[in-house]
């Protein structure tokens, strides 16, 4: 079947396998920040945003992605342009392996766009999908606060 | 030429910023997964479904007509290698009772066989239809049940063995034994006034990397086996695998990428075989990547414990014995087995060292259960809990408040500790006397910030329905194996005066490649962006041990120093031609060469001569370190927990941890490796336990029902670095990534007891156990012994005084029976009673 997204921005039409995991057609398609924790939705890593919003892509068919939009970490900013959030994560040293940060920035980039002045129970509730084992989480709630700030112009 | 030291440090002990971090964080750094190969086939693997069976016949008739099956490999058609998982340096002091496949299945989701196919449907689908017969035998699923007197014997094949002269008995399912006295324990309990035996039980976990194990093998274009692989050993994997596959080492390269995670469970070297025997017999790239349901059942886990303790203490607080015994659960296979049972003693008893009668007795068995293996805290986290447990039922045995007990006892600096020579990991241990010890300054501190005086009006301040409580412990750990590990870095200048630093260890998450380029750049005074760091590929960088036994900074970074050094003289040199001074005369800063008059060359000017101009020789240098000490972190852990009294919920409210790494060379790091470990060891302390069936199965293989904690759970959390210097370590550094993970347990164990007075004594503390105590019933512990058992076991007559004491819980001496003012009556929790073993149950004399 053919689906047509728009990802980061640019729209694509694929022809996929009905029964494949949206997951996995975007690893094969080379979107390779989408990372794979646990195939069963709880842990966050293959996160990306489906029209703005967190959504676990290892427990969506591909055909559901049809005729909406896609963001993962490729579309947020380039290492050349990172995202502020990117900036701040690795300035507050958030990132240790990395393997959950992809999902993770997802995540916090939907509560941004949504609300631009999280409390830091907003922001731990917009990241609880998103397993981390190296952190803590205390220095990534630090870094979506210190964005949310800077956003509004306050740092 | 005479190293100028330096007063002040430019790179060092600040927060730089990861040199991987933002390729991290845009989702550029490659990971294992990562890595496009062509014609790539996908393994799976065929897990046992029962605990204890011999594989009688395999059908693969039926897999290989399935359309996309390539091969399929069972233990009848790879060679018969008996060989360890464990990723320690060679010669392995882990039992060789490994085969990559065999003809026998010790636990549920052993190997039975491996598939490769086109696609990972095919691969399944031939999972699915291959049939395998098997003749059942007795499983045994405790290990007590694995000391019993005529118990299945799990490893009955012929070539187990152990490769240096340690005990070992699989005909008695015995993996590992050590036992040491010092002084004489018989007095020092009869000197006591108090005297407390107590028994307590810790938990199977699992590490839980968000990176599940992952290899991918191939040839390359000289027919060389080349493996990409999530590890945290590259060269123990390069060793252990040509054993395995009889091949010579320099036809096997090991490359590690960016890896998800590591914790202890890829120190094991666990896919990387099945994947490279796959690619010799197709001639084609594989690649295996574990599961989560894999990576809880099949992979590597925390070792349970059930550690019964005995310590004696006068009235005026000082300790007169202390006695460890512990019987630990190796499960199927006995990877770890001696060393982390080891380093439950040899990290923990060194910590109250004023006490001369000090006995040690380990037993590790075989089970047919999952296999433990090296995590994080790798056996001091088991062995802090009995022991800070202990230590608080002890001071409130003596009216005394824990922390000043814990002050009369510790070690300090410029003192020993007899346990450190006499246990080792594998051999003997090595004598030390502590260098730098900050755990007086982490106590303070952490009383200070902790508000540990105003705890009693925080005590009234818990919400309707709650009891809080406070808790605390002390900690220590080590930094690197001492004469056994090395770590070894190479270094080469290019012509813009930026360098290339190749090292074996391996940064697994860690921040070691940025820790080391810190190291690096401080010796040569440039910054961390003039270093491209590479770590870890066996054919480009110099040995390493590995990421493992807390010892990266410490003993991978003085490697890096000493290659930095080698090079900076060859720098002097070359700038004191340049400038006609001698090199003795020049400093060495801000990327410049300046002698006393102020006239300066850079280093790329430097570089430039070099290569292309007068004299050529390259810049460069390799260099290695070991270390002859193992110089312990401290730290004090202080935590405040709320019960619900009709739920037994225990929830931690606020967790503060004190801790001296010595120098930390990147603050920010250090406090997230802090962080991490504490956030681990909370979830461990609470919740993540492994739930089995009748047949040995695990049954919550998953994240939805194996619970670690996310954002919803984290306590207020507060990190401190108390820093010292430590002069053995580069630039003043220890160890920091796995001390912290080992407070959770007995901090938080102590401060249910102080709420609700419940003793826990057995991992998780779940709010079923914690109510059942608050109701004065031990049967919410599904641990607990089956009454048949218990009832069976014989006492010695020595033995009696302590049996007499579990009535009311208290083991005291007959001449200071009860203090009186213990306001909180010790419900005795769960399991608490001393066994009668020792460890091993001694010949059976029925006693009329």
């Keep these: 079947m053919i689906i047509q997204v728009k990802i980061n921005g640019i729209d694509k039409e694929w022809d996929v396998d009905p029964g494949m995991i949206l997951l996995d057609l975007l690893r094969d398609k080379g979107y390779k920040s989408i990372k794979r924790g646990c195939d069963e939705g709880y842990c966050g890593a293959c996160t990306i945003l489906l029209d703005g919003q967190a959504a676990k892509s290892c427990v969506m068919l591909a055909g559901q992605a049809h005729k909406r939009s896609i963001t993962t970490v490729e579309g947020l900013g380039t290492m050349d342009e990172p995202h502020l959030l990117q900036k701040t994560f690795v300035e507050h040293g958030a990132v240790q392996c990395g393997y959950c940060i992809p999902g993770m920035l997802l995540s916090s980039k939907a509560l941004l766009d949504e609300n631009p002045n999280p409390t830091e129970d907003d922001v731990k509730e917009a990241i609880d999908g998103n397993l981390c084992r190296c952190t803590g989480y205390v220095k990534q709630i630090e870094a979506v606060l210190d964005t949310a700030s800077i956003m509004r112009g306050e740092n | 030429m005479a190293v100028k030291i330096k007063d002040e440090l430019n790179v060092v002990g600040k927060s730089v910023l990861k040199v991987d971090g933002l390729s991290l964080a845009c989702g550029k750094a490659k990971f294992v997964d990562d890595y496009e190969l062509p014609e790539c086939l996908v393994c799976k693997v065929m897990a046992s479904p029962f605990a204890h069976a011999r594989i009688k016949k395999i059908d693969k008739t039926r897999a290989l007509q399935i359309p996309g099956v390539v091969e399929i490999i069972t233990h009848e058609d790879i060679p018969r290698v008996p060989h360890t998982t464990a990723g320690q340096g060679y010669p392995e002091p882990s039992p060789y009772d490994t085969f990559t496949l065999d003809n026998k299945v010790r636990y549920v989701g052993d190997r039975v066989l491996a598939v490769a196919a086109e696609t990972e449907e095919a691969a399944l689908e031939a999972l699915r239809v291959i049939e395998v017969e098997y003749e059942e035998l007795e499983p045994v699923l405790s290990a007590r049940d694995s000391m019993k007197e005529g118990a299945p014997v799990i490893h009955d ?11 070992y008995e699989p005909e008695r399912n015995l993996a590992a034994h050590v036992d040491f006295k010092i002084g004489d324990m018989e007095k020092g309990f009869a000197e006591a006034d108090v005297v407390l035996e107590k028994e ?3 938990q199977y976990a699992q590490h839980c990397p968000m990176e599940p194990h992952i290899a991918a093998t191939w040839l390359d274009e000289n027919n060389r086996l080349v493996i990409l692989t999530s590890t945290q050993v590259p060269f123990h994997v390069r060793r252990i695998v040509a054993e395995r596959l009889q091949m010579p080492i320099g036809k096997v390269r090991v490359i590690k990428p960016r890896i998800g995670g590591g914790f202890g469970t890829k120190q094991e070297v666990l896919v990387e075989d099945v994947c490279a025997f796959l690619t010799l017999k197709t001639k084609r790239p594989v690649k295996y990547e574990m599961t989560r349901a894999e990576e809880f059942i099949s992979s590597r886990t925390r070792h349970p414990q059930i550690l019964n303790m005995k310590v004696g203490a006068k009235k005026d607080g000082t300790l007169t014995a202390i006695s460890m015994k512990i019987i630990m659960n190796t499960g199927a296979y006995g990877s770890h087995a001696l060393t982390v049972m080891c380093n439950s003693g040899s990290k923990i008893l060194p910590m109250y060292n004023k006490v001369m009668n000090v006995d040690f007795c380990g037993d590790t068995v075989y089970t047919n259960m999952p296999v433990g293996g090296a ?3 790798y056996g001091a986290t088991q062995g802090a809990f009995a022991m800070e447990v202990i230590m608080d039922e002890i001071a409130r ?3 005394m408040d824990p922390v000043e007990f814990r002050k009369i ?7 020993g500790s007899p346990v450190f020579a006499a246990l080792g990991e594998g051999k003997a241990g090595v004598e030390q006397k502590i260098g730098s010890c900050g755990l007086d300054r982490c106590i303070e501190r952490a009383l200070e910030e902790f508000d540990w005086e105003g705890r009693e009006e925080r005590r009234k301040l818990a919400p309707p329905g709650k009891k809080r409580g406070f808790g605390m412990c002390i900690l220590m750990q080590g930094s690197s194996i001492p004469e056994i590990d090395m770590g070894a870095a190479s270094m080469k200048i290019n012509e813009d005066g930026s360098f290339n630093l190749l090292v074996g260890a391996t940064d697994l998450g860690t921040g070691s490649d940025t820790v080391l380029a810190q190291v690096a750049a401080e010796v040569l005074g440039i910054s961390v962006d003039d270093f491209i760091v590479y770590s870890s590929d066996t054919d480009m960088t110099p040995f390493d041990v590995g990421a493992y036994a807390s010892s990266t900074t410490y003993l991978s970074g003085y490697a890096v120093k000493n290659c930095a050094e080698k090079v900076k003289m060859q720098i002097l040199k070359a700038a004191g031609d340049m400038l006609g001074v001698d090199p003795y005369d020049l400093t060495i ?26 004299d050529q020789h390259q810049i460069g240098a390799m260099a290695s370190h070991i270390t002859h000490k193992s110089p312990p972190p401290f730290a004090a852990h202080f935590v405040e927990v709320d019960v619900d009294e009709n739920t037994g919920f225990a929830e931690v409210k606020k967790y503060v941890c004190t801790i001296d790494c010595g120098t930390a060379i990147n ?13 681990n060891g909370i979830s461990y302390a609470l919740t993540e336990e492994y739930i089995f069936n009748k047949k040995g199965r695990m049954m919550n293989a998953d994240f939805g029902s194996y619970k670690i904690f996310n954002t919803a759970d984290l306590p207020e959390m507060k990190v401190i670095l108390v820093p010292t210097y430590e002069e053995t370590g580069p630039y003043g550094a220890k160890s920091v990534s796995e001390i912290n993970i080992n407070g959770a347990l007995p901090a938080i164990s102590n401060a249910i007891f102080d709420a609700v007075g419940v003793r826990l004594r057995t991992a998780p503390f779940t709010g079923e156990k914690i109510l059942m105590g608050m109701l004065g019933k031990n049967n919410g512990d599904p641990q607990v012994k089956p009454e048949e058992e218990a009832a069976a076991e014989e006492v010695p007559e020595e033995n009696n005084a302590a049996e007499e004491n579990n009535s009311n819980g208290n083991g005291v001496n007959n001449n200071n029976k009860n203090n009186g003012s213990e306001n909180r009556k010790d419900k005795e929790g769960l399991s608490g009673e001393p066994a009668s073993y020792g460890n091993y149950p001694a010949k059976k004399k029925k006693k009329r």
């Design chain 2, 157 to 167: 094949e012929p070539e187990a063995h152990v490769i240096i002269p340690v005990p």
């Design chain 2, 200 to 202: 307590y039980e810790t």
């Design chain 2, 375 to 377: 995590y994080r805290g």
């Design chain 2, 397 to 399: 045995e003596l009216n």
């Design chain 2, 409 to 415: 006892n510790h070690i300090r600096s410029g003192e």
């Design chain 2, 589 to 614: 800063e801000n990327k410049k060469v300046t002698d006393m008059n102020g006239n300066s060359v850079t280093i790329a000017e430097v570089a430039r001569r070099a290569l292309y101009e007068r």
């Design chain 2, 667 to 679: 603050p920010k790091l250090a406090e997230g490796q802090c962080e991490g470990a504490i956030l």
